[in-house]
């Protein structure tokens, strides 16, 4: 077992257990509980280097029961500790706490936290990513592209808000409920989206966190009261993009666009799944932009080849999509789709209105679209102009060679 698979070990019984004993001690003992995890991945790493037991997840699991023992002997000496474990974990089996539905009872509360209102956006996903999915701060501020000091800053805020506003470790009422599913399901979009296009610099693909969206997305439709048609759309949405990932990449770090991916690599159970999940998503009232996005991927994924894709209807998705949900990255979409079309007169009154600030790390991709346009329509010499602009803005390295290669061709 090398030192990625126990990395992936901890971070998924990490989730777990700080969603475990929350449910025991309560939200106020949160840093405590983070503590109390530490030293149990110190004590397993430590013991670990000898030799690795033969079920690690039981090994984990045991001892993460036996530091709760401790805090338990612990929080005893505290009578306000104490008045809280009479009439909670003490009087419950603790064994109990620990079976499986029990595990995902607690995450799902866990993520309603994570993503309550009171928590600032990015608060929320920094939040999300440390208890529920049990990344490091290095790892947080690698997969948001910032500083570990102002993630830990904002995990510090988040905390403090948690304690403050006196958010509590449940589901919320039941009239809330439609709202702040729909905060978890953006966070969850955003953990997949980050894994689908990594912003750091030497990876485009991170397939932690689109597993670890999956694995949040299935959490949620686990439990009937979590199910709606934007909870069902976005799974499809999640296993149709994750049913590219082998095609997206070569063995030698090259990108390979959507053209060129060899469609025998996509994962088609993925895409059974995916689609699986559709026909249950519209079988509710609700209608999100993951439906439209879905379908989007979907007729990429029906198409037999690049030629084959039919232009016209993701067009018309895409209208639907800036329609519901408008984004200057929505509208750029919209536009190389337009090229594929060949409809260049729409594209050139179009393309100059595309704020470039609002692209933010994508911003790159503006200025391919237009060195694709001007090549399309024969201006080699904007092409050339307007790909460099390109690769001064591109921040990752495989995007990079993969638009120097583009360049190259045009030459």
């Not at 790493?45 to 023992?69: C, D, G, H, Y």
């Not at 069902?232 to 070569?250: D, P, T």
């Not at 996005?293 to 209208?319: G, M, R």
């Not at 789709?337 to 007169?345: A, N, P, S, T, W």
């Amino acid at each position: 077992m090398d030192s990625q698979v126990v990395d992936h070990l901890f971070r998924h019984q990490y989730g777990k257990m700080i969603a475990v004993l929350t449910n025991i001690f309560g939200l106020p003992h949160l840093e405590l509980i983070e503590d109390a995890l530490q030293d149990t991945f110190v004590k397993a790493t430590l013991q670990w280097r000898k030799k690795i037991p033969e079920n690690p997840e039981a090994w984990f699991i045991k001892s993460a029961k036996n530091r709760t023992i401790d805090l338990l002997r612990k929080v005893k000496a505290d009578q306000v500790r104490s008045d809280k474990i009479s009439h909670g974990a003490a009087s419950i089996h603790l064994n109990d706490l620990f079976l499986d539905h029990e595990i995902e009872d607690s995450q799902l509360r866990m993520i309603f936290v994570a993503c309550h209102p009171e928590l600032a956006p990015e608060e929320q996903l920094a939040f999300a990513l440390k208890t529920i999915s049990g990344f490091s701060l290095k790892e947080i501020s690698a997969a948001l592209l910032t500083k570990e000091e102002t993630i830990k800053k904002r995990l510090s805020r988040a905390r403090k808000k948690v304690a403050e506003k006196q958010i509590r470790f449940e589901f919320p009422d039941k009239s809330e409920l439609s709202a702040r599913l729909a905060g978890v399901l953006r966070v969850i979009y955003l953990i997949f989206n980050e894994g689908f296009h990594s912003t750091k610099r030497e990876q485009l693909i991170d397939r932690e966190l689109c597993g670890e969206a999956l694995r949040l997305n299935q959490l949620l439709l686990k439990k009937e009261m979590l199910r709606s048609g934007s909870s069902y759309a976005l799974f499809g949405l999640l296993c149709f993009h994750a049913a590219r990932l082998e095609s997206k990449v070569s063995e030698n770090d090259s990108i390979i666009d959507l053209e060129h991916q060899d469609r025998s690599l996509w994962h088609f159970p993925l895409i059974k799944i995916g689609n699986d999940s559709m026909n249950k998503a519209v079988t509710y009232p609700d209608r999100s932009k993951y439906h439209l996005e879905a379908a989007i991927a979907a007729e990429h994924l029906k198409a037999k080849s690049f030629q084959d894709t039919n232009w016209h209807a993701i067009l018309e998705l895409y209208k639907k999509l800036q329609q519901q949900n408008p984004s200057e990255l929505g509208r750029l979409n919209m536009l190389i789709v337009l090229i594929q079309l060949k409809k260049f007169d729409l594209v050139a009154g179009e393309l100059p209105l595309i704020d470039e600030s609002k692209l933010n790390q994508r911003a790159y991709l503006l200025w391919a679209t237009w060195a694709d346009f001007h090549y399309r329509t024969g201006d080699k010499e904007s092409a050339l102009r307007y790909m460099d602009k390109a690769l001064e803005t591109v921040n990752n390295v495989l995007e990079r060679n993969y638009l120097l290669k583009k360049r190259n061709d045009y030459l």
